[in-house]
């Protein structure tokens, strides 16, 4: 069975500051893993996603994670967060040859002045 | 590109009747599709995967008969909640592929709609 803990409901970040959002998964097999966010009143979009290549992946908007097979993490970093960053954040395992995703249970991001 | 779409946006109904949700996939034809059911405050659960042209598959302990999909076009699965209830009030996130089920491609949400029962 595969899983994903994303260990924090709630960060708050002052803008221009780091960003770092949690997660940890499980997974019997080697994982794919992404990182989606959620605006409100509108889709999920796809962030970034690893399938095995670079451990270290950069996405969009400056966000970036890294696979860490030692301590199955797949945390979400930026250098320096936007008041347009605030957001729920969802870290998603995919394994295997299926579509089936399993996500977290997110992560509000809220960005103060 | 690879934009989904949905229709409505939320909608109210009564308890009892049925309600049809639209997913299209604007300019790519998805293979396959999912939907989702968000609660408040929860990570997103798969309710069914679905293949453009056949039978839905659906996840364990979702109802068949009251969650009704039908992915008749690449472009185009609906979900029809039938004798909805207080409890069917949620919100509903579909996804789409250009690939089929089995294959490995990024999922394309749509912006989701949500339902209330009264």
């Known amino acids: 069975a595969q899983s994903v803990t994303q260990l924090d409901s709630h960060v708050s970040v002052s803008e221009g500051t780091p960003v770092l959002l949690r997660c940890n998964y499980s997974s019997s097999y080697s994982p794919s893993l992404f990182w989606y966010v959620q605006h409100p009143n509108k889709g999920l979009q796809l962030l970034l996603k690893?399938?095995?290549?670079?451990?270290l992946v950069k996405g969009i908007n400056g966000f970036e994670a890294e696979f860490k097979k030692s301590e199955t993490s797949f945390h979400l970093t930026k250098p320096s967060a936007h008041m347009s960053d605030a957001a729920e954040y969802f870290c998603?395992?995919?394994?295997?040859?299926?579509?089936?995703?399993?996500f977290g249970t997110g992560t509000r991001l809220q960005v103060t002045l | 590109g690879a934009v989904v779409s949905q229709h409505p946006s939320r909608v109210i109904c009564k308890s009892g009747t049925s309600v049809k949700i639209e997913c299209r996939s604007l300019d790519f034809q998805a293979t396959t599709m999912f939907w989702y059911r968000q609660f408040p405050k929860k990570s997103l659960m798969l309710m069914a995967t679905s293949n453009e042209g056949s039978k839905a598959t659906y996840e364990q302990g979702v109802e068949k008969d009251k969650f009704l999909i039908n992915h008749a076009s690449l472009t185009l699965s609906t979900l029809t909640v039938t004798s909805a209830h207080p409890e069917d009030s949620s919100f509903y996130i579909c996804?789409?592929?250009?690939?089929?089920?089995?294959?490995?491609?990024?999922?394309?949400f749509g912006p989701g709609t949500r339902l209330l029962v009264l």
């Open positions: 996804s789409a592929t250009p690939g089929l089920a089995g294959v490995e491609e990024t999922q394309y």
């Open positions: 998603v395992v995919r394994t295997g040859t299926a579509s089936k995703l399993t």
């Open positions: 690893y399938t095995s290549a670079a451990t």
